[in-house]
């Protein structure tokens, strides 16, 4: 089966705290798709990052970074120096070559930034 | 340029009627996708338009639901006779191509009221 799970379910942290988003995900593919979305109050799905299974480098993108490691078949997400701004819920999802084109989401974990 | 547009934002219908939802996907933009965020079920698929045709409708719930696509541009996804059950955001993607690996730009939804 093709799943991905975000066990965190909300998280709440304090203006400039560093904090982690988990994604955990489970496909029999050898070739699969990764990806990070944020929905911000608006409501509207921004897409942050893919990544394809053959290519395990992290990445860093100003304050975000990403940590993906087949071998515990995780992909999460780290901000650091968190802002108000990064207030939303961040959804990890996967495409998997066997199941089309279509979006296997996980179930997000809303971020709170406070003052 | 134009992102994905759907209208309209908001439909508050009662139980037993008909709806239709439209989407604008970004220009030159082939592969088209349908997905609904509801509290209960997260965000799911529901169709995908490679073009006119929809090569992957395994996500349609019931064949009160359907869809189409014209011209390779415009969607609309009709659901007939609603249930309260269906009351959930209804967002619409687009993407470049039919690659799996593409990122799929999200418009803003249609929240659905079924009264």
């Known amino acids: 089966a093709q799943k991905v799970t975000q066990a965190q379910t909300e998280i709440s942290v304090v203006e400039k705290e560093d904090v982690t988003l988990d994604c955990v995900y489970e496909?029999?593919?050898?070739?699969?798709?990764l990806f990070w979305y944020k929905q911000p109050p608006s409501g509207e799905l921004v897409f942050l990052i893919r990544?394809?299974?053959?290519?395990?480098q992290n990445e860093i993108s100003g304050r975000y970074s990403w940590n993906f490691q087949k071998s515990t078949s995780s992909f999460n997400f780290t901000i650091t120096a968190s802002q108000v701004v990064d207030s939303a819920v961040y959804f990890c999802?996967?495409?998997?070559?066997?199941?089309?084109?279509?979006?296997?989401f996980g179930t997000g974990t809303q971020l709170k930034v406070e003052l | 340029g134009a992102g994905v547009s759907q209208s309209p934002s908001n439909k508050v219908t009662e139980k037993g009627k008909d709806v239709e939802l439209r989407c604008d996907p970004i220009?030159?933009?082939?592969?088209l996708y349908w997905y609904r965020q509801s509290l209960g079920q997260g965000l799911e698929f529901l169709i995908y338009?490679?073009?006119?045709?929809?090569?992957?409708k395994s996500g349609l719930p019931s064949d009160r639901f359907s869809a189409e696509r014209t011209g390779g541009s415009v969607s609309t996804l009709t659901i007939q006779r609603t249930q309260q059950e269906d009351s959930a955001v209804y967002l619409c993607?687009?993407?470049?191509?039919?690659?799996?690996?593409?990122?799929?730009?999200f418009g803003p939804g249609t929240r659905l009221t079924v009264l």
């Open positions: 993607a687009s993407s470049p191509a039919s690659v799996s690996y593409n990122e799929q730009f």
């Open positions: 496909t029999r593919d050898t070739t699969y798709y």
């Open positions: 990544r394809n299974s053959f290519d395990e």
């Open positions: 999802a996967l495409i998997f070559t066997g199941g089309g084109n279509k979006l296997t």
């Open positions: 220009s030159g933009h082939t592969a």
């Open positions: 338009f490679q073009g006119n045709s929809a090569p992957d």
